[in-house]
T-cell receptor, first 112, second 115 residues
Framework: NAGVTQTPKFQVLKTGQSMTLQCAQDMNHEYMSWYRQDPGMGLRLIHYSVGAGITDQGEVPNGYNVSRSTTEDFPLRLLSAAPSQTSVYFC???????????FGPGTRLTVL | AQSVTQPDIHITVSEGASLELRCNYSYGATPYLFWYVQSPGQGLQLLLKYFSGDTLVQGIKGFEAEFKRSQSSFNLRKPSVHWSDAAEYFCAVGALVQGAQKLVFGQGTRLTINP
């Protein structure tokens, strides 16, 4: 089992460009989420999904879109990248009512 | 509101020395508490968790943590650190936020090991 996978590992964008960060899991977990990690700020929740077709905003959703068409995939879209979105992005999953989350390896994004 | 504070941004210890990383939480109900470790360039790996029962929990890699309700703390300890323990450590509390289960993370503590 691959667990939680993220692509790409690294990405450099110019301001205003768009891109999609991919997240896939093979653990059949209903819950998936996206976090961003910035120095001194820990991990902050961007968006999450409790199942296919259901998404909701976290604490820092502005500038990001998500959709969940399948249980396995939860892509994160940046429609018009800004330097403030330079960060490391983590996808995470959990099963059922558990709080414990399983994290992907991360995507390091730089916006110039 | 729920929050997690890790008072130490950066700690340096010598290899073989003991380690304690501090974590304080704020949450009105019974907390679900976690410690995650992030090695350089890697994702987060669960070290240990506390849900209920024995307040001293054992984790992987020789780590343990003690839940103290009276102090709202969940400090992480290791009796003798190894160079491979150099990493960033995150404490987190599982909380119900507007009816949804979420993990709230502390700011992280970066651990450096001196040879």
């Amino acid at each position: 089992n691959a667990g939680v996978t993220q692509t790409p590992k690294f990405q450099v964008l110019k301001t205003g460009q768009s891109m999609t960060l991919q997240c896939a899991q093979d653990m059949n977990h209903e819950y998936m989420s996206w976090y961003r990690q910035d120095p001194g700020m820990g991990l902050r929740l961007i968006h999450y999904s409790v199942g296919a077709g259901i998404t909701d905003q976290g604490e820092v959703p502005n500038g990001y879109n998500v959709s969940r068409s399948t249980t396995e995939d939860f892509p994160l879209r940046l429609l018009s990248a800004a330097p403030s979105q330079t960060s490391v992005y983590f996808c995470a999953t959990r099963w059922g009512a558990s709080f414990e989350q399983f994290f992907g390896p991360g995507t390091r994004l730089t916006v110039l | 509101a729920q929050s997690v504070t890790q008072p130490d941004i950066h700690i340096t210890v010598s290899e073989g020395a003991s380690l304690e990383l501090r974590c304080n939480y704020s949450y009105g109900a019974t907390p679900y508490l976690f410690w995650y470790v992030q090695s350089p360039g890697q994702g987060l790996q669960l070290l240990l968790k506390y849900f209920s029962g024995d307040t001293l929990v054992q984790g992987i890699k020789g780590f343990e943590a003690e839940f103290k309700r009276s102090q709202s703390s969940f400090n992480l300890r290791k009796p003798s650190v190894h160079w491979s323990d150099a990493a960033e450590y995150f404490c987190a509390v599982g909380a119900l936020v507007q009816g949804a289960q979420k993990l709230v993370f502390g700011q992280g503590t970066r651990l450096t090991i001196n040879p």
